[in-house]
């Protein structure tokens, strides 16, 4: 399945949770280090637009590892949880923490919106998680 941040295969999983959660945090780590670039850059050139990219790959990564499903974050902690408790309990438990986060981001996104100006991207994100977690169901 194509979503507009990567793809997903559905399908039979042959990785281990241990591996599933390498690969997952490799999405992260790649903001971080990103983010770590920009800065380094910045730090010899003082280009404050070097400073902006790197906040935009720093949140982009906090975003990212959200335990939400969908999300890095998500995989993440169902597969931690996978290693200790039954299937589930962790699929309602992820059900439960996706949908609230998920829920608490597009208030949060309304709220500054109404203070500030529309960010429509951001409404859209998180509508966007709130189906990928509905599709989780």
Do not use: E
Not at 39 to 57: A, D, Q
Not at 98 to 122: E, G
Request: glycine share 8%; proline share 3%.
């Amino acid at each position: 399945i194509i979503t507009p941040g990567g793809f997903n295969i559905k399908g039979k999983s042959f990785v281990t949770y241990a591996q599933q959660i390498i690969i997952s945090s490799s999405g992260p780590l790649f903001n971080l280090f990103g983010a770590l670039a920009f800065y380094t850059v910045f730090i010899h050139n003082n280009n404050y637009n070097l400073l902006s990219w790197c906040i935009i790959w720093l949140l982009l990564g906090v975003i990212n590892v959200l335990p939400i499903n969908g999300l890095d974050g998500g995989t993440i902690l169902q597969s931690l949880l996978l290693i200790k408790f039954k299937p589930g309990t962790v699929s309602k438990t992820m059900l439960f923490l996706s949908i609230t986060l998920s829920l608490c981001f597009v208030m949060l996104t309304i709220i500054v919106s109404l203070n500030y100006r529309l960010n429509i991207s951001f409404i859209l994100f998180g509508l966007y998680l709130i189906i990928c977690t509905a599709l989780k169901i």
